[in-house]
């Protein structure tokens, strides 16, 4: 009887090691797969770069000729749009690199925050509009902050683009700033579609989407808000229901 159950005890210690090797193995594999996904994310923009900038120069050139007609302008600054997106995506995925190699930078600066949020919301007044969402910005006094202010943009950027992305006509978003004795909090807040509890803990993972999210995308704005923000000592967090809406919160040390 003795034999037996040592026996068992053995073969279940020997079941539960190879149980652990393959989760160890798959999580080995997910990592490489994900290293590789960002080489090639980056060598193919690494090779973007240059013809986008070959690009944008000449467009941004001939854009405000006078001998333009209205239709020709309107389309020129159509290209013009669009090749900004495409640059700011190629960039996104370079700084991922750059993050990973753990050669990203801060470049810090002391601000007035609130002045720069209302000239980053203007720059999503016109999608407002068209989309029928109403955005918000509240705030009750002038936030002073010493950040690295390209990335407190590209932060604010990916929340206010996702949260107009992820909102149905007639939907709100509200935008709320506010500043204690020594932090700073930037709150983004919609009526959209919400995300689910199963989707919460990945949601700021290396292009990780939600399946059947119907919407362009790569899954990496949010991974970029949440790099930013640690670079910069903060955090980035997420409350959400389903149908109801979701807010995103950044804090940041002043
Ligand atoms: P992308 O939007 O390019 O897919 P993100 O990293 O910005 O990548 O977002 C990851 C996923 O999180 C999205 O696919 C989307 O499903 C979900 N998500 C992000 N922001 C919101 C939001 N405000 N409301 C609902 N879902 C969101």
């Excluded at 801060?106 to 007044?125: C, I, P």
Aim: proline content about 2%.
């Amino acid at each position: 009887l003795l034999c037996y159950y040592v026996s068992r005890v053995l073969i279940r210690r020997a079941h539960d090691r190879l149980m652990l090797e393959q989760v160890r193995r798959e999580a080995e594999q997910a990592r490489r797969l994900d290293r590789m996904k960002l080489d090639f994310f980056a060598n193919v923009s690494h090779e973007l770069r240059t013809p986008l900038t070959l690009i944008a120069d000449p467009i941004e050139h001939i854009v405000n000729d006078e001998n333009l007609t209205k239709r020709q302008r309107n389309m020129l600054q159509i290209v013009e749009k669009n090749v900004s997106i495409l640059m700011r995506l190629v960039n996104e995925i370079l700084d991922f690199r750059k993050i990973q190699n753990k050669k990203m930078r801060l470049t810090l600066s002391e601000f007035e925050l609130t002045g720069y949020l209302k000239e980053w919301v203007s720059t999503f007044e016109s999608i407002a509009t068209k989309r029928k969402i109403k955005v918000d910005l509240i705030i009750s006094a002038p936030i002073r902050l010493c950040a690295d202010i390209y990335k407190v943009e590209r932060i604010f950027y990916n929340l206010l683009s996702n949260a107009l992305k992820y909102t149905d006509e007639g939907g709100n978003i509200t935008i709320k700033a506010k500043s204690t004795d020594e932090t700073v909090e930037i709150c983004v807040k919609d009526t959209g579609r919400g995300i689910a509890k199963e989707d919460i803990r990945h949601i700021f993972d290396r292009f990780y989407q939600v399946r059947n999210s119907n919407k362009d995308g790569t899954g990496i704005g949010l991974a970029i808000v949440k790099a930013f923000t640690e670079l910069q000592g903060g955090t980035a967090k997420v409350e959400s229901e389903v149908g109801e809406g979701s807010e995103f919160t950044i804090t940041l040390p002043k």
